[in-house]
Nanobody
Framework: QVQLQESGPGLVKPSQTLSLTCTVS??????????WSWIRQPPGKGLEWIGY???????YYSPSLKSRTSISRDTSKNQFTLQLSSVTPEDTAVYYC????????????WGQGTQVTVSS
């Protein structure tokens, strides 16, 4: 089973770009079994799906965040990265990376999550 680990700064200033990396072990991000996704949970709220990158490198984003979101990958490092631009305090959340099993379109493995706070 694959394992995922998020990394990145815990504090970002308003209007800047949030950047997080997910390192995958136990499987390749180019495998045709999974999509690789980002999800977040603001304080006191439910989970919000942000987007995913496919084994081919194509991407799909939540319509509500699409204009500010970019997900990319580094296959040599088996990592994928989230960039969220023009952040505001409303982007404060615990950010998770997770695999999506393509056959069932269900979430599989999750990272432990990383807290990101947007504040000056």
């Amino acid at each position: 089973q694959v394992q995922l680990q998020e990394s990145g700064p815990g504090l970002v200033k308003p209007s800047q770009t949030l950047s997080l990396t997910c390192t995958v072990s136990g499987g390749s991000i180019t495998t045709r079994y999974y999509y690789w996704s980002w999800i977040r949970q603001p304080p006191g709220k439910g989970l919000e799906w942000i987007g995913y990158i496919a084994y081919s490198g194509s991407t799909y984003y939540s319509p509500s965040l699409k204009s500010r979101t970019s997900i990319s990958r580094d296959t040599s490092k088996n990592q994928f990265t989230l960039q969220l631009s023009s952040v505001t305090p409303e982007d404060t959340a615990v950010y998770y990376c997770a695999s999506i099993t393509i056959a069932t379109m269900t979430f599989g493995s999750w990272g432990q999550g990383t807290q990101v706070t947007v504040s000056s």
